[in-house]
Structures are given as C-alpha cells and as structure tokens.
C-alpha cells in the first residue's frame, strides 16, 4: 500500500491505495469522480483524459503514485458556479456528441489544445485528437465544437 | 494488473540496486503500464524514475545534442534547441503515438523497450548516437540488439542519449493508423562524411540500410536511389502490410526523406 495525495479539481485528497493504482482507478473507485471514463484500457481511446499540472494525459496508462503531489483536474472540475465551460458548451450548442462515452476526454483533450494554441485549424484539431476516438458522431461536429469554443476561450 | 512494489528513488544508485530479475524502470510508463494491464508483463518491483532529476533535459554543444532519459517526447518536439539543432529529431517527437502519449512518454523509455516499429531507434541509428548509461557508453549499434532488446543489463539503466548534429536530416513515417506505431518509418541523416539511412518498422529490429546509404554517400539525390531495389527479405508481414509492401515503403519513404532534406 501506498499513500496517494493528489489535489483534484482544487481539493486536496490523500487516500491508502495499492501501490498498483492507476489514475483512472483511483479517481473512480476512491474519489467517486465516475466522469473519467475507461473505454479500451489500453490507452488508445482516450476516454480517460485528464489534466495533470496542466497536460493532458491517459489516466488508465498512469500510476497514481507516480503523479504523487500533483494537481488533476477532471471534467467534474471544467464547470465554474454552474455555468458549462466553454469547450462543453461548444460541444452542446454543435452537437459533438451523441452517446456521450468518450466525451469527457473529448472535452479535456480539447481544452489542453487551445491552451497552447488558440485557434488551430482544422487539420491541426484533427491531429490533436488522433488519441481520442469516437465511435459513434464521426468527428464532423466535434471539430466544429473546437472551433466554436476557439472564439469563446 | 498483477500487484507490484512501487519505488521512487531519488538517485541512480538507488534505482540500480533495487533492480533485479523481476523489477522493471518506469520512465512514463507508456508501453510498460498497457503491457502490465495486459497481462504481457509482470514485475515484482516497478522502480520509477521520475525523482531522479540529472535524467531530465536537453543539451546542445558544438557538435551534438543530448537528452535526457526521462525528457518527455513532447518536450523535445518543442524544444527550441533541438529544433534549431536537429529539426528533423524535434520532428520525429512530436509525431510519436498522440498528444497524450507525448505528454507521458519518454526517450529513454523508447530505446529501453526497443519496439521495432518505435520512432526513436531510427533516429539513434542514424544521428551516430551514443547511449550513455549508469555503467558505461554504448554505440546505438550495439545497443540495439534484437526484438525488445538491448545491450542493457540487469541494473543497468539509460541516463542520456548523445546525438550527433548531421548537415542535414529528415525522418518520414508511415503510420498505423491506430496505434501511430511506424508500419515504416526511414531516418535518413546526411553527415559530413557519410550519409546514414535507418529504417524502424520493417523488420524485427531497427537497421541501418546498407545499400540506400552507401548510394546517398555518394550522390545524396533523389535519383541516386531512383528504381533501386529494396529486398523484402526478413521483412515483417503482419494484417498492416506485407514483406512486399514494407519493402516498397521503405525505398518510398527514404526518397521523401532526402526530398525533405
């Protein structure tokens, strides 16, 4: 066992958990955050993004004690008093999702795009998000959302 | 995903005692984590790298760059040195796996692991680099020594890989389109005496192309290496592409390579 301390969405949590926790374990089973989906679990899908200290990775192929002491951010932590986040609004507005599964780390993936660049093309999103598959809107929509969310972020 | 004893050393003297039969160095964990998942691995001790601060970063003399073992893939493809230095290197990172990948990955990780389709072996090939390790300093050459495997023994672990600047270089990949793996990728590396063609992806283990280098040596040009034979010979064939198909690859991608240049 290990102790595991991590500040997730702006609050500090410490918990014991098996030195073999992932990330994505650790944020469902011991923090209840169940937003982080696991699609493939083998860290090609990219339903399990999350921020850590600001980038975007795979919390299904991350240790929960190798990232010990850092800052996570989920997408329970996007929305601010209620109010949706850009990128989440933008997947709304233009419809970029249909089943929902793989939206999360749609969102997350997207957000860390615009940060380091504000308003990508369509074929620098596409490249962007080849870690995240969607098998159900085909990625018309969700490219518009990125777009849309660029003149909102 | 068996149970393991995680470690975090805080240098590489510890790291190396702690390693043993059944311990695994992680160093982003990108290919160890899913081969653990998998069931394809299992290790007593996972001894993590990332405390270890001297294995991180990138430097650039007169006339080579070095990186750091556990400098991340995203970090080299924007860093500014190396893009200065060796643009076709920045290059080669910053299309490895995805985003995601690129932020948790890392070189020493890659060459340790030795995928024959990983990106990373082609560019050690063919920028002449130099292995540096706890113990001692290894040619990529001998480094690089079958399927997933590598001159490193037990203990033994990847502190920096020392590059040496060519005039001119270019890296083009043929990417599976799932795993962005390299169903072919050709590194080709113009020095001041020689020209060096690498190729990842077509066979068991990463090579330097004898015959294309020796022709680019000599007149580095497309049309020196226009219509030449590439043998498919010891080349994989897997439900991605034929022996046949990897051959013709691999003569396609070292013309657009030197096309690049």
């Given at each position: 066992?290990?102790?595991?301390?991590?500040?997730?969405?702006?609050?500090?949590?410490?918990?014991?958990?098996?030195?073999?926790?992932?990330?994505?374990?650790?944020?469902?089973?011991?923090?209840?955050?169940?937003?982080?989906?696991?699609?493939?679990?083998?860290?090609?899908?990219?339903a399990?993004?999350?921020?850590?200290?600001?980038?975007?990775?795979?919390?299904?192929?991350?240790?929960?004690?190798?990232?010990?002491?850092?800052?996570?951010?989920?997408?329970?932590?996007?929305?601010?008093?209620?109010?949706?986040?850009?990128?989440?609004?933008?997947?709304?507005?233009?419809?970029?999702?249909?089943?929902?599964?793989?939206?999360?780390?749609?969102?997350?993936?997207?957000?860390?795009?615009?940060?380091?660049?504000?308003?990508?093309?369509?074929?620098?999103?596409?490249?962007?998000?080849?870690?995240?598959?969607?098998?159900?809107?085909?990625?018309?929509?969700?490219?518009?959302?990125?777009?849309?969310?660029?003149?909102?972020? | 995903?068996?149970?393991?004893?995680?470690?975090?050393?805080?240098?590489?003297?510890?790291?190396?005692?702690l390693?043993s039969?059944?311990?695994?160095?992680?160093?982003?964990?990108?290919?160890?984590?899913?081969?653990?998942?998998?069931?394809?691995?299992?290790y007593?001790?996972v001894?993590?790298?990332?405390?270890?601060?001297?294995?991180?970063?990138?430097?650039?003399?007169?006339?080579?760059?070095?990186?750091?073992?556990?400098?991340?893939?995203?970090?080299?493809?924007?860093?500014?040195?190396?893009?200065?230095?060796?643009?076709?290197?920045?290059?080669?990172?910053?299309?490895?796996?995805?985003?995601?990948?690129?932020?948790?990955?890392?070189?020493?990780?890659?060459?340790?692991?030795?995928?024959?389709?990983?990106?990373y072996?082609?560019?050690?090939?063919?920028?002449?680099?130099?292995?540096?390790?706890?113990?001692?300093?290894?040619?990529?050459?001998?480094?690089?020594?079958?399927?997933?495997?590598?001159?490193?023994?037990?203990?033994?672990?990847?502190?920096?890989?020392?590059f040496?600047?060519?005039?001119?270089?270019?890296?083009?990949?043929?990417?599976?389109?799932?795993?962005?793996?390299?169903?072919?990728?050709?590194?080709?590396?113009?020095?001041?005496?020689?020209?060096?063609?690498?190729?990842?992806?077509a066979?068991?283990?990463?090579?330097?192309?004898?015959?294309?280098?020796?022709?680019?040596?000599?007149?580095?040009?497309v049309?020196?290496?226009?219509?030449?034979?590439?043998?498919?010979?010891?080349?994989?064939?897997?439900?991605?592409?034929?022996?046949?198909?990897?051959?013709?690859?691999?003569?396609?991608?070292?013309?657009?390579?030197?096309?690049?240049?």
């Open positions: 066992m290990t102790k595991v301390t991590l500040e997730v969405n702006g609050k500090k949590f410490s918990k014991e958990v098996p030195d073999h926790t992932l990330l994505s374990v650790f944020l469902r089973d011991n923090l209840n955050l169940t937003g982080t989906h696991v699609g493939c679990d083998t860290s090609q899908c990219g399990c993004v999350v921020h850590v200290n600001g980038k975007s990775i795979k919390s299904c192929s991350t240790l929960a004690a190798d990232i010990e002491g850092s800052k996570v951010t989920t997408i329970e932590g996007l929305a601010k008093d209620g109010r949706l986040h850009p990128m989440q609004a933008a997947f709304k507005k233009t419809h970029g999702l249909q089943c929902g599964y793989c939206t999360p780390g749609m969102v997350m993936s997207a957000v860390d795009l615009l940060q380091t660049k504000k308003n990508p093309s369509d074929q620098e999103i596409r490249e962007w998000l080849e870690g995240n598959i969607c098998r159900c809107t085909g990625y018309q929509n969700i490219v518009a959302a990125v777009k849309e969310a660029a003149t909102k972020m | 995903m068996k149970s393991f004893n995680y470690h975090a050393p805080k240098d590489v003297k510890d790291a190396s005692k390693a039969s059944s311990s695994a160095f992680l160093a982003g964990g990108m290919t160890t984590i899913p081969s653990m998942k998998l069931g394809l691995a299992s007593k001790d001894i993590d790298l990332k405390n270890i601060k001297k294995l991180s970063g990138i430097k650039v003399s007169g006339k080579t760059v070095t990186i750091g073992a556990t400098t991340k893939h995203a970090e080299v493809a924007a860093s500014k040195d190396v893009m200065k230095a060796i643009p076709a290197l920045a290059k080669l990172a910053g299309n490895i796996g995805d985003a995601q990948v690129r932020n948790r990955g890392t070189i020493g990780g890659s060459i340790s692991n030795n995928d024959p389709s990983a990106c072996p082609s560019a050690c090939m063919a920028l002449n680099a130099v292995i540096h390790t706890n113990k001692r300093k290894i040619e990529a050459e001998k480094f690089f020594t079958g399927m997933f495997e590598t001159a490193l023994k037990s203990g033994e672990l990847v502190e920096a890989v020392e040496e600047i060519p005039e001119k270089a270019d890296y083009q990949k043929h990417p599976n389109p799932a795993s962005r793996y390299a169903i072919i990728g050709v590194f080709v590396a113009k020095h001041k005496k020689d020209v060096n063609v690498a190729v990842t992806g066979k068991s283990c990463v090579y330097i192309d004898k015959d294309l280098s020796k022709k680019l040596s000599s007149n580095f040009s049309s020196a290496i226009e219509g030449m034979d590439v043998k498919s010979s010891g080349m994989n064939s897997d439900m991605h592409a034929s022996a046949e198909y990897r051959a013709n690859l691999v003569s396609l991608y070292a013309k657009k390579a030197v096309e690049a240049c």
